[in-house]
């Protein structure tokens, strides 16, 4: 946005070198967009340390000298949104030939044998008929795949919630792609994890919000957020901890970062074994609160709006 006060790389690392995250998700707007992105990635990685670091990105301009680019720069896994199987995904996200570009790139990135990509999908009343179609894709191009769950509150929408009448359909998806996790198919989400899911739909609500204690959101000016949905900025997590999350009642979401990280240890280390091993060896930590995981670098205003004007139905 015209005259908004940017963080630059440096500011991102001295806010990261604070807050201590075990992740860190460099999401917006839109990562690629920012042409200082590596930059920043650079600043906040710490290779062979934490954080993990996660690039969460609609792919429009990922290209495999990209990728190697941020690889180079410090991201340890490509988070790559995927609404449809097919080419209503381009049409979803009002981004005309992305389908065919995901396409192209994906399997051209796989091919290198990383191990790196993720696609991420948030269901809705809108794709969840296609969550197993969505699943053979990812065993097609050799991705993993991870689900989240809508939330009305990014741009007050409820028909992106499926329907009351819906939700015996809504469980046999859920259910089949549990039976193909269970068949050995890439799917990251617990069977645990995709119950809970169902049941947010169901209850339209998942009380235990741990916003602004185990997550929360460095906004583009620097002032950190509880969540990408929660605009109340704040200077230090400690005020935030005091103002907002000791009195947080919201339950209006339950976006996977509130379920990767309200898990209890023994969930966590169950699912995450991977990327420990990968990382091998956390430096100790600092006493007091663990943020996990930190997202970096989101809602740029203009981007955001950009984004919403392209989609305004999920605001990518
Ligand atoms: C906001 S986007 C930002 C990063 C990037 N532009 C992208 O599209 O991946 C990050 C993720 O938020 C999720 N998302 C968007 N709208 C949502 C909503 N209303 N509820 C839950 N998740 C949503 C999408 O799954 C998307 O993959
Ligand atoms: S439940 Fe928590 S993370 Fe979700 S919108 Fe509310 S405050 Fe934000």
Request: hydrophobic share 40%.
């Given at each position: 946005?015209?005259?908004?006060e940017?963080?630059?790389?440096?500011?991102y690392?001295?806010?990261c070198?604070?807050?201590?995250?075990?992740?860190?998700?460099?999401?917006?707007?839109?990562?690629?967009?920012?042409?200082?992105?590596?930059?920043?990635?650079?600043a906040?990685?710490?290779?062979?340390?934490?954080?993990?670091?996660v690039?969460?990105?609609?792919?429009?301009s990922?290209?495999?000298?990209?990728?190697?680019?941020?690889k180079?720069?410090?991201?340890?896994q490509?988070?790559l949104?995927?609404?449809?199987?097919?080419?209503?995904?381009?049409?979803f996200r009002?981004?005309?030939?992305?389908?065919?570009?995901?396409?192209?790139?994906?399997?051209?990135?796989?091919?290198?044998?990383?191990d790196?990509?993720?696609?991420?999908?948030?269901?809705?009343?809108?794709?969840?008929?296609?969550?197993?179609?969505?699943v053979?894709?990812?065993?097609?191009w050799?991705?993993?795949?991870?689900?989240?769950?809508?939330?009305p509150l990014?741009?007050?929408?409820?028909?992106g919630?499926?329907?009351?009448?819906?939700?015996?359909?809504?469980r046999?998806?859920?259910?089949?792609?549990?039976?193909?996790?269970?068949?050995?198919?890439?799917?990251?989400?617990?069977?645990?994890?995709?119950?809970?899911?169902y049941?947010?739909?169901?209850?339209?609500?998942?009380?235990g919000?741990?916003?602004g204690?185990?997550?929360l959101?460095?906004?583009?000016?620097?002032?950190?957020?509880?969540?990408?949905?929660?605009?109340?900025?704040?200077?230090?997590?400690?005020?935030?901890?005091?103002?907002f999350?000791?009195h947080?009642?919201?339950?209006?979401?339950?976006?996977?970062?509130?379920?990767?990280?309200?898990?209890?240890?023994?969930?966590?280390?169950?699912?995450?074994?991977?990327?420990?091993?990968?990382?091998?060896?956390?430096?100790?930590?600092?006493k007091?609160?663990?943020?996990?995981?930190l997202?970096?670098?989101?809602p740029?205003?203009?981007?955001?709006?950009?984004e919403?004007?392209?989609?305004?139905?999920?605001?990518?």
């Amino acid at each position: 946005m015209k005259g908004e006060e940017r963080l630059g790389p440096e500011d991102y690392a001295a806010i990261c070198r604070e807050l201590r995250p075990v992740v860190s998700h460099i999401s917006g707007g839109e990562p690629l967009a920012r042409s200082d992105v590596y930059e920043i990635v650079r600043a906040m990685a710490r290779p062979g340390d934490l954080p993990w670091m996660v690039l969460v990105t609609n792919a429009a301009s990922l290209t495999l000298k990209k990728y190697w680019k941020l690889k180079e720069a410090g991201i340890n896994q490509f988070s790559l949104s995927l609404d449809f199987p097919d080419e209503r995904h381009s049409e979803f996200r009002r981004i005309p030939g992305l389908f065919d570009k995901m396409n192209r790139v994906i399997p051209e990135i796989t091919a290198l044998g990383n191990d790196d990509l993720s696609l991420n999908v948030c269901i809705t009343e809108w794709n969840y008929r296609d969550l197993p179609g969505m699943v053979e894709l990812a065993r097609h191009w050799n991705t993993k795949i991870n689900f989240s769950v809508y939330t009305p509150l990014r741009i007050s929408d409820e028909r992106g919630l499926p329907k009351e009448e819906r939700l015996g359909d809504v469980r046999d998806a859920f259910q089949k792609v549990i039976d193909m996790k269970r068949a050995g198919y890439p799917v990251y989400t617990a069977e645990r994890v995709m119950w809970k899911y169902y049941r947010f739909f169901t209850d339209r609500g998942i009380p235990g919000c741990q916003a602004g204690r185990r997550f929360l959101v460095i906004n583009p000016d620097g002032a950190l957020l509880p969540c990408a949905m929660v605009w109340a900025k704040y200077g230090s997590q400690r005020d935030m901890l005091r103002q907002f999350t000791a009195h947080n009642t919201c339950e209006m979401c339950y976006i996977s970062t509130r379920a990767n990280t309200e898990k209890t240890l023994a969930d966590f280390l169950a699912e995450n074994w991977e990327m420990l091993l990968r990382q091998a060896f956390p430096r100790k930590r600092a006493k007091g609160e663990i943020t996990w995981p930190l997202s970096a670098g989101p809602p740029a205003d203009g981007e955001e709006q950009a984004e919403r004007e392209r989609h305004p139905a999920a605001a990518q």
